[in-house]
Each structure stands twice: as C-alpha cells, then as structure tokens.
C-alpha cells in the first residue's frame, strides 16, 4: 500500500477498486484512497464473483459520493465492452 502514495498529485484516469470485500468498512478506504488519488473515475471490481465477497458495490458508490464527489462512480456492464471518456 505504501507505493499508492506515489500515485498521488500524477494523473490518473481510471482506478479500478476491489469493491466485492467483506472486510469491515472496506468500501470506505477505497474512498479514501479515491480522494487521495483523485482519478476521473473508479470502477468497482471482484464483486459477485464468489461466495465470500458478496458485497454490494452500492455501497462503495455511496462512500465515494461521501468522500470523493468529483470521482466518477462507474459500473460495468458483464460482458459488454467499455470505453472511459473523460
């Protein structure tokens, strides 16, 4: 994690989060991390794929809104192929 840090103040487009976690409160560091960053957007990622991470990536996009409003929250769609244009 501590090599994050150095991503702060460059440019970054796009993140991609692990959103799916049952760790408590897990979608709030990756908030923070969001704000801390500052990318245009943020991708909530790995959830729904397993049984133990059943996390809702809902509640990722809330903490974001909460924390880092300017980030765009952006879900994916299974299967269909995405272009970010910001």
């Known amino acids: ?3 994050l840090g150095d ?4 440019r970054v487009d796009v ?3 692990d959103a799916g976690d049952d760790e ?8 923070q991390l969001a ?9 909530p990622c790995h959830y729904d794929m397993f049984r133990d ?3 809702d990536p ?6 974001l809104t909460l924390r880092a409003p300017e980030v ?5 769609e299974h299967g269909k192929p995405f272009v970010f244009e910001g």
């Open 1 to 3: 994690m501590d090599r």
């Open 7 to 10: 991503c702060v103040g460059q």
């Open 15 to 17: 993140i991609g989060v």
């Open 24 to 31: 408590d409160r897990h979608e709030i560091a990756v908030a």
């Open 35 to 43: 704000a801390q960053i500052q990318p245009k957007g943020a991708i």
């Open 53 to 55: 991470n059943s996390v």
């Open 58 to 63: 809902g509640q990722f996009r809330a903490s």
């Open 72 to 76: 765009r929250y952006v879900r994916l």
